[in-house]
């Protein structure tokens, strides 16, 4: 059985067409890609798996459960991690806190530990701290765990975001267009950081991208996505000689 | 003159840091151990030596109303001010530095607690001290104490949840009048409730219950306002949470049981000094463990960014009810403390002045940070009563301290500060 299953996903922002029967299967521990021209639909199809929007048709299963109706902390908390296009991180807190906070839903000393701050709170906190730094460390940003985030460089705020999406332990990462911004250099870093979670975290990992190098590279099956409508999905190979793909990106050759 | 970012020149700058470099190894224990012995000094020969100095009797808030009143006592209360509270608490404070720094360690070896009901223990005696020299230091002391824990209350929702709450003095009036009614119903013969049920001397061990049924009738109250304002947000809140102190200021203005617009007086006098401070004290404590849990941090991950805080996994509605009800709850023990230091409460109490005015501590003290609400509430409320002599001057001064505020420090004089009470009494190092 495929980790997540979408089938004919259909949305309508009022009478525009965002996305059209969409189908996507996911397999444990498979790199999948998404790509189009700029407003295409593809952050619109994140929102949707992840609660943000409801589809107005088809149905998203995680492990066989069905996701439709559910809200997005729910879904996040059945295994769905995500990243966001514009970093949407939290500018009073400090990058431990940031980490910390996706432990949310994992926390049960509930009120009673919270306001007077019982055995078990101070070891539930332990706990979810020990696990925050080593995800720190293994973004490389552990040296930043108490400063505000937004002190950072641009870099490691992306690191930091990263970590705080693998925090909540997710059995899917979703990363929308994580090298956006970036130089080559930081460009290069990224694309190791996703292998290693790849590797070491054995994750199914769903990846939005504009820069050709980074899916290629990374991805094994990608769909290409026009007007909310995928038109093409296959190896990267495949994508990369498929006439409609390159007439979506560059446009038909006139012939007179 | 050269000037820096904070407006400070240059050579200020260095005379201030010269003060700071001289105290820096003072532990608050040191701190404290000086306040005591101030105290003590003006509760022996205050007066005596106020009148040396030409004063009439000692100055109850440190001399300013003196000065206000009298300018030719000017020099005499500010010697007296020096020489009283100044120069004791300085001298001390730094002399005692090594030792008191020693004792810190040692008390830290033993749990947290330990060191913390100690240093508590102080101030207590500090303020017990400081207020005994007459009824007006203690009512003023008691409605301070009052005002930090209704301006923490606010501060939770204002601050560390970043949505704008008016409801407070409603909040807190429903505080105010369900725990008078539980002790005047419960334990006085009352025009309104008829003979008293239980016996007057059982009547101090059920006060905390009634305090309790205060905050729990507010956090009811919050409800009402949290259920339709938080499915989305903006103004929505502040809108309807200023709707709802109108709507609980002229229910009871409507309600004759609890006396109209008369109000309700002859509460009995159990809040006295002791039970507020320890009230006072447990509700700073319980709020700074909740905002410093990963649940109570969700409220500011909710503030920053909604969107990002339910995709990793806070359930965001579910944590700004709480925290408003929970904020309701303090709100509402205020209420009951204000209605038994005061022994009467009237509807007119819990309007729109008393709005700006938690408002005022809030962001004069800073938000999202205990300090902060500890100093906002401290200094508008001591500044309150210290220019009172100004008359109509007072609501222009107060103000303008709060424009200025805004404008150098727009968040408030100790914002985003975590109040660490590890941090706060642990013995200080030398600098180098």
């Known amino acids: 059985m495929p980790l997540l299953q979408i089938d004919k996903m259909t949305h309508y922002f009022g009478g525009l067409r965002a996305v059209y029967n969409y189908g996507l299967e996911i397999n444990p521990g498979q790199i999948r890609g998404l790509i189009g021209p700029n407003g295409a639909g593809k952050t619109t199809i994140f929102n949707l798996i992840t609660g943000i929007y409801q589809p107005t048709e088809g149905t998203i299963s995680l492990e066989g459960n069905k996701l439709n109706g559910c809200s997005p902390h729910e879904i996040a908390s059945m295994g769905i991690g995500r990243t966001f296009q514009n970093m949407l991180l939290w500018r009073h807190m400090t990058v431990l806190e940031h980490v910390k906070m996706a432990r949310y839903s994992r926390l049960t000393y509930g009120l009673i530990g919270a306001f007077f701050g019982t055995a078990k709170r101070h070891k539930e906190e332990a706990e979810s701290e020990e696990k925050a730094y080593y995800l720190l460390k293994m973004m490389g940003v552990d040296q930043f765990a108490d400063q505000i985030v937004i002190n950072l460089a641009y870099g490691a705020q992306r690191r930091v975001e990263m970590a705080r999406a693998l925090a909540m332990e997710p059995k899917v990462l979703f990363l929308d267009e994580p090298t956006a911004g970036m130089n080559p250099e930081e460009l290069v870093q990224m694309m190791d950081i996703i292998r290693k979670i790849h590797g070491e975290l054995g994750l199914a990992i769903f990846l939005i991208e504009h820069r050709m190098k980074v899916v290629m590279e990374l991805c094994q099956r990608i769909q290409t996505l026009v007007f909310g409508e995928v038109i093409a999905e296959g190896t990267p190979e495949e994508i990369q000689s498929n006439p409609s793909v390159i007439d979506a990106y560059l446009g038909k050759e006139m012939v007179e | ?432």
Not at chain 2, 179 to 190: K, N, R
Not at chain 2, 213 to 237: E, K, N
Not at chain 2, 291 to 300: D, Q, Y
Request: aromatic content about 12%; overall charge positive.
């Open chain 2, 1 to 432: 003159m050269e000037l820096t970012s904070d407006g400070m020149s240059t050579d200020k700058r260095q005379i201030s840091s010269q003060i700071r470099g001289f105290f820096a190894q003072t532990p608050l224990l040191g701190w404290l151990l000086g306040a005591l012995a101030a105290v003590a000094l003006e509760y022996f020969i205050g007066t005596p030596f106020a009148r040396m100095l030409g004063l009439r009797k000692a100055p109850m808030l440190f001399g300013f109303v003196i000065m206000l009143k009298k300018p030719a006592l000017i020099h005499g209360a500010i010697l007296y001010f020096v020489l009283i509270y100044l120069l004791p608490i300085g001298v001390i404070a730094r002399l005692s530095a090594t030792s008191m720094n020693r004792l810190a360690a040692k008390l830290l070896d033993y749990p947290l607690m330990v060191s913390g009901l100690i240093h508590l223990g102080l101030l207590y005696a500090i303020l017990h001290w400081w207020s005994d020299m007459s009824l007006y230091r203690a009512e003023v002391l008691r409605y301070t104490l009052i005002a930090v824990l209704l301006t923490l209350s606010l501060n939770l929702i204002n601050g560390y949840m970043g949505e704008f709450s008016c409801s407070h003095p409603g909040f807190m009036a429903l505080g105010a009048y369900a725990s008078s009614v539980f002790t005047l119903g419960l334990f006085a013969d009352d025009r309104f409730f008829g003979a008293a049920l239980l016996p007057h001397w059982l009547g101090p061990f059920f006060f905390p219950i009634a305090l309790i049924f205060g905050g729990c009738v507010a956090a009811v109250g919050a409800l009402a306002v949290a259920i339709p304002s938080f499915r989305t947000r903006g103004d929505y809140l502040a809108i309807i949470s200023l709707a709802f102190m109108f709507i609980v200021k002229s229910l009871i203005e409507n309600l004759e049981l609890v006396g109209g617009p008369r109000g309700l007086g002859d509460q009995p006098g159990w809040a006295n000094l002791p039970v507020v401070f320890a009230t006072v004290v447990l509700g700073i404590w319980i709020i700074n463990n909740f905002v410093r849990s990963t649940l109570g941090k969700a409220l500011n991950a909710v503030r920053d960014n909604e969107m990002a805080a339910d995709a990793m996994t806070v359930n965001t509605r579910q944590t700004k009810i709480t925290a408003f009800l929970f904020a309701a709850f303090w709100a509402g023990v205020a209420g009951g403390l204000f209605a038994h230091v005061l022994r009467y409460v009237n509807p007119g109490t819990f309007g729109i002045q008393k709005l700006a005015e938690v408002l005022a501590m809030v962001y004069f003290g800073g938000l999202n940070s205990v300090y902060g609400s500890i100093v906002g509430a401290c200094s508008i409320s001591l500044l309150g009563e210290m220019l009172r002599p100004l008359e109509l001057w007072k609501w222009i001064i107060i103000p303008l301290l709060l424009i200025l505020v805004m404008i150098f420090r727009p968040t408030g004089l100790i914002s985003f500060k975590e109040f660490d009470v590890k941090k706060l009494i642990q013995p200080r190092k030398k600098l180098n």
